[in-house]
């Protein structure tokens, strides 16, 4: 249901692009948010967009941006000025909130991608 992409390699200071895909459900108002987890440690929520609304996790504040294109059900995490802690397996995750769509009801966070790799050298 989300199939993220756009992760990679990159050294500190650098930027990269995560983008999620979802399909089968649509989560329109219902927000989406971005977790990442290193090994050895819990999920850790990165972001959240929820209509107007967007929340960012102290550590990444004023360095990544998530965005949504709502027709399209994409969801976006703009990640500028990278450092080494920041390399984590990162997931986007749906919907932030209990949502229906189209009749079918969600809980909330019950979708969750595949994960996507960023690793940043120092």
């Known amino acids: 249901q989300l199939v993220e992409s756009g992760g990679g390699s990159v050294q500190a200071g650098g930027s990269l692009k995560l983008s999620c895909a979802a399909s089968?459900?649509?989560?329109?108002?219902?927000?989406m948010a971005w977790y990442r987890q290193t090994p050895g440690k819990e999920r850790e929520w990165v972001a959240t967009?929820?209509?107007?609304?967007?929340t960012y996790a102290e550590s990444v504040k004023g360095r990544f941006t998530i965005s949504q294109d709502k027709p399209n059900n994409r969801l976006y995490l703009q990640m500028n000025n990278l450092k080494a802690e920041d390399t984590a397996v990162y997931y986007c995750a749906a919907p932030v909130k209990s949502c229906i769509s189209y009749g079918v009801y969600s809980e909330p966070l019950k979708y969750w991608g595949q994960g996507s790799q960023v690793t940043v050298s120092s």
């Open positions: 967009i929820e209509e107007q609304d967007l």
């Open positions: 089968g459900y649509f989560f329109g108002n219902c927000g």
